[in-house]
């Protein structure tokens, strides 16, 4: 019924970055709860890492949404 519009690109890194900071902000929520249970102590190192992980599995929960 109606196409598709394509977005633009500025669209797209749009939609990629606040999918990786959703992601980062992820990371960070699950530090501060873990080490509030006294589970986890993660320093700020190893939470940025698992930001960028949780950042990739977005990149492609994103992609893979998209199409």
């Given at each position: 019924m109606?196409?598709?519009?394509?977005?633009?690109?500025?669209?797209?890194?749009?939609?990629?970055?606040?999918?990786?900071?959703?992601?980062?902000?992820?990371?960070?929520?699950?530090?501060?709860?873990?080490s509030?249970?006294?589970?986890?102590?993660?320093?700020?190192?190893?939470t940025?890492?698992?930001?960028?992980?949780?950042?990739?599995?977005?990149?492609?929960?994103?992609?893979?949404?998209s199409?």
């Amino acid at each position: 019924m109606f196409a598709k519009r394509p977005d633009s690109q500025f669209v797209k890194r749009l939609k990629s970055f606040l999918w990786r900071t959703g992601m980062m902000v992820l990371a960070v929520t699950i530090d501060i709860v873990a080490s509030n249970l006294g589970m986890l102590e993660l320093n700020p190192e190893v939470t940025v890492l698992l930001g960028l992980a949780l950042g990739e599995v977005s990149k492609y929960l994103n992609s893979s949404t998209s199409r």
